[in-house]
């Protein structure tokens, strides 16, 4: 059975880091592609960042641009989401999510990954 668990959310102040980690079990993990994904409360999910199986430089969503960066160790079976100059905007649950089979024009749908971890949460206040 996959399972992704996530780890490393928290409060933080304005201008602050985090660094948010995923565990992957039960499948292949270097055969999937992975994301990370947040939803706010009153908001739907949102696609914040993705790698590709077949590498290549990863995808981020606007808001997050230059701030966040994602990556995976395939030896360890964990992807990270490493989250810099926080803003109280990106206050949300954060998920991370794997599958197969995405392409890139659709990888910000929430619809198109098949295994998700339960979220953890990030605050960041002003």
């Known amino acids: 059975q996959v399972q992704l668990v996530e780890s490393g959310g928290g409060s933080v102040q304005a201008g602050g880091s985090l660094r948010l980690s995923c565990a992957a079990s039960?499948?292949?993990?270097?055969?999937?592609?992975v994301a990370w994904f947040r939803q706010a409360p009153g908001k739907k999910r949102e696609g914040v960042a993705v790698m590709f199986i077949r590498g290549g430089s990863p995808y981020y969503g606007d808001s997050v641009k230059g701030r966040f960066t994602i990556s995976r160790d395939n030896a360890k079976n964990m992807m990270y989401l490493q989250m810099n100059s926080l803003k109280p905007e990106d206050t949300a649950m954060y998920y991370c999510?794997?599958?197969?089979?995405?392409?890139?024009?659709?990888?910000?749908?929430?619809?198109?990954?098949?295994?998700w971890g339960q979220g953890t949460q990030v605050t960041v206040s002003s």
């Open positions: 999510a794997a599958a197969p089979s995405v392409y890139i024009r659709s990888w910000a749908q929430v619809e198109v990954w098949d295994y």
């Open positions: 039960g499948y292949t993990f270097s055969s999937n592609n």
